[in-house]
Structures are given as C-alpha cells and as structure tokens.
C-alpha cells in the first residue's frame, strides 16, 4: 500500500509518552508495515530497514506489537490491509465483469482504435499488493495536442470550422488518430482532404470511409473536388 488512514488525535493519545527517537522509530515501522503488507519477521531486519537501534526496535514492537507465528503484527495495520485487499478485489472483479465478452475494435468510421484488453492482461497486469485504491496524485499529466488546422494543414478554414461542428455535435473530438483515418480513406477514394471533409459536413458524418462514395467515384471523369466545391 503507498496510502494509509492516518489519525492524529489517535495516534498522540498513544504515543505521547515516547521518546523522540521511539516515536520516529514506530512512525517509520508503520510505513514499513504498510508498504510491504507483511508481518515483521524479527528485531534485526527491522531495525535495519528503518534505521534504528534493536533496543528502540524491540521496546515500539512489545508495545505496539503483538508476535505471533509468522512475525510481528499490527492489529490496526491488519485490519485496513485486509479493508485495502477486498476493495482491490472487488475493484478487480468489477473490471473483469465490465470486459468480459468485449471485442476489439480496430477501426470505426475511419477512426483507427487500439484493441481492448483485459484489466488483468499484460501491460496492465500489477500484482495487487501494488494496487492502492487512493491516488499517488490527482494532478494530471499535461499531453501535447495538436490543433485541428495542424492535422488539416490543406484544407480551408470555412471546411475545416465547420467539420469541427459536425465533430462536436456527435460528441466526437477530432485526434490524431481520426485525422490520419480520414487522410487515409480520401486517399483511397482518391479525392482530396478537404472533399472529403466537405462531404461529412454535408451529410453529417463524423468520419469518412473510400467504399461510401466508390461508386460514384469510379464513374468516368467524375470530379468529386468539383462536385463539393461551395458545397459549404
């Protein structure tokens, strides 16, 4: 775990008669103690790991402790892993549920999509004693999105504007990935960008596929470019 509860009140109630090194010696093995989710096998590894006497080790764990036998344990600490670990699992169980039965999608109206995968499947497989069920941090990371006109450099502003309506009218963000999708179909229908995007403007799509207008397009000397010109 990387986050416990921690009362204050609670806590200097019961330890207000320690010395300043007990204190931080007891502060440290509970950070200890939550990190790794296991009982404390005897006074030497954790005087160690916490960088403390044996003596001060020894004194905190007969006052806070109780050995059992496999180690030291915290009755307090147990109780919030144990609360920690059925939330994970039921967390785990929910995610599965949600997945199960899911398919792939590679691609949607033009959109190129990344597969799906399982909570549990690799990269995103992490031991649960890993897991904690409260934020490291809530700020978010900043990402570099680029503008719309970047991604549509050739096609007009009066195209583009109005594409980027239709786009949010359908509650569809125009990405990276969108773009390139669409790029990529206008060059199979071998029409331009712009008419292309002049043509889901026109018809409301928010994305555009080369089989929708083949016909039409391998009809002899059909200009699509032309055929859209001041459609908008």
Not at 11 to 31: G, K, N, P, V
Not at 74 to 96: C, H, P, Q, T, V
Not at 132 to 143: D, F, G, I, R
Request: charged letters at 35%; glycine letters at 4%.
């Amino acid at each position: 775990m990387h986050y416990y509860y921690w009362n204050v009140k609670d806590y200097l109630s019961h330890t207000s008669h320690l010395t300043d090194a007990e204190d931080l010696a007891y502060r440290r093995m509970l950070d200890l103690y939550y990190q790794s989710e296991r009982p404390f096998p005897d006074v030497d590894h954790v005087a160690r790991r916490i960088r403390a006497s044996a003596e001060t080790v020894e004194m905190v764990l007969r006052e806070f402790f109780t050995q059992e036998a496999d180690g030291w344990h915290n009755k307090r600490a147990d109780e919030e892993i144990i609360k920690y670990r059925k939330l994970a699992e039921d967390g785990r169980r929910g995610a599965e549920k949600r997945w199960k039965n899911k398919e792939s999608v590679v691609e949607k109206d033009g959109e190129a999509i990344a597969p799906l995968l399982p909570p549990h499947s690799h990269p995103n497989a992490t031991p649960i004693a890993t897991i904690n069920h409260y934020p490291l941090n809530k700020v978010k990371k900043e990402k570099h999105t680029p503008q719309v006109a970047d991604l549509f450099p050739d096609v007009s502003p009066e195209v583009l504007e109005s594409f980027i309506k239709v786009r949010r009218s359908l509650r569809a963000p125009i990405t990276e990935l969108a773009a390139t999708g669409i790029k990529r179909e206008a060059a199979k229908a071998g029409i331009s960008v712009e008419a292309a995007l002049t043509m889901c403007v026109e018809r409301s799509w928010r994305g555009f596929k080369a089989e929708w207008v083949r016909d039409k397009a391998d009809s002899k000397g059909f200009d699509w470019d032309a055929e859209l010109r001041g459609a908008i």
